[in-house]
């Protein structure tokens, strides 16, 4: 019975650390705070082709969303018809005092996407961040 607790925790261990070891920094969730306009953090590091938890909570008292551009798609004076076509994975329309949980796959290819809200008017507001896809090591 003890040699079974022993292997057993011997494989918790090392099940435990596998998971510890993600390099480089990248984060595999994404945990923002949407407020009147801002995203915090506003930077976000994944590695490509990862599996992302996505969790976002609005504090503000309008509604926002999360907008990530297709690579090299950036929008220009505000959010547009055309920049639709253009988006990568979105959520919309989280509520005032809402979190809304959901998950996506990062970009395959590496480099800086752009995140936006694209409510009316907040891309004006400031309301951008940065999403910065790298390699897997
Ligand atoms: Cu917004």
């Given amino acids: 019975m003890k040699k079974i607790l022993f292997v057993f ?13 993600a390099g ?11 407020t009147d306009f801002q995203f915090s953090p506003n930077t976000f590091t994944v590695p490509a ?12 008292a309008v509604q926002h969303s999360f907008v990530v551009m297709k690579l090299d798609s950036k929008v220009q004076t505000h ?3 055309a920049d639709k076509a253009n988006v990568f994975w979105e959520k919309l329309a989280i509520q005032p005092g809402q979190t809304v949980t959901d998950s996506f796959t990062a970009p395959t290819e590496p480099g800086e996407y752009e995140i936006v809200c694209e409510v009316g008017g ?3 507001a400031g309301m951008v961040a940065k ?3 790298v390699q897997q090591p």
């Fill in 131 to 133: 999403l910065i896809v």
């Fill in 49 to 60: 082709g990862a599996q992302i938890s996505f969790s976002a909570t609005n504090n503000g």
């Fill in 79 to 81: 959010f547009t018809e």
């Fill in 122 to 124: 907040h891309f004006e």
């Fill in 24 to 34: 480089g920094g990248a984060s595999k969730s994404i945990n923002v705070t949407l």
């Fill in 9 to 21: 925790a011997l494989s918790l261990a090392l099940t435990l650390s596998g998971c510890g070891g």
